[in-house]
């Protein structure tokens, strides 16, 4: 696994963006492609269809997608993770503090989405804030029940897929020198 500050082996092609919901995936990817001039596709606007209901064609997506040379995306859904990581060449994980920058982020994120009834993938908007209290998926309460879940899932990735280059980044602080330095570089 590469520290922020560690050159990157290759010119990345195909980039997953890996944390817990809140962490900053989304954000990240679109930053990343911006560096790499590569494509960004959100994971949730092709798993998302009408009123919350997953997509039929999610899978094949993904597989169309995996299939391009380029690409950059969010590590998210369980049948997404294994046609994506089997493309990829370069994942980042956001392992960033849960209680001081994750959570919060979440439930801003959450609280604005609603107050404003931003729509979402697919015409969907937030459900009512109430939900939090009654609906175990709600995404508050699923980024709070996942948060420990890439501590030893990443680690195994790393073991057992030798081609695929892992960077962990812990604060901000790294996010940003590792864009400005091993991105900007392997990007040139």
């Known amino acids: 696994m590469l520290r922020f500050d560690d050159p990157l082996p290759l010119r990345p092609r195909r980039v997953l963006v890996a944390g ?5 995936k989304s954000t990240l990817a679109r930053r990343i492609a911006r560096v790499l001039d ?6 949730d606007a092709l798993y998302h269809g009408p009123e919350w209901t997953p997509r039929e064609g999610f899978v094949e997506d993904v597989r169309m997608l995996a299939d391009q040379p380029s690409w950059t995306t969010e590590w998210q859904y369980s049948t997404a993770r294994p046609l994506l990581v089997e493309r990829a ?18 439930v801003r994120r959450t609280l604005r989405r609603r107050l404003h009834r931003e729509v979402l993938w697919n015409g969907n908007i937030e459900p009512p804030l109430r939900t939090f209290f009654h ?7 699923w980024s709070i029940r996942t948060r420990r ?18 960077v962990r980044l812990r604060t901000q602080r790294e996010l940003e020198a590792w864009m400005a330095g091993p991105l900007a570089s392997a990007a040139d």
């Open 38 to 43: 590569a494509p960004y596709t959100e994971l």
């Open 149 to 166: 879940k890439y501590t030893g899932r990443i680690p195994q990735l790393d073991a057992d897929m030798p081609h695929l280059a892992i």
């Open 20 to 24: 817990v919901s809140g962490a900053g």
């Open 89 to 106: 060449d370069l994942l980042v994980w956001l392992d960033v503090p849960f209680a001081t920058v994750t959570l919060p982020r979440v």
């Open 135 to 141: 609906d175990r998926e709600h995404i508050v309460r």
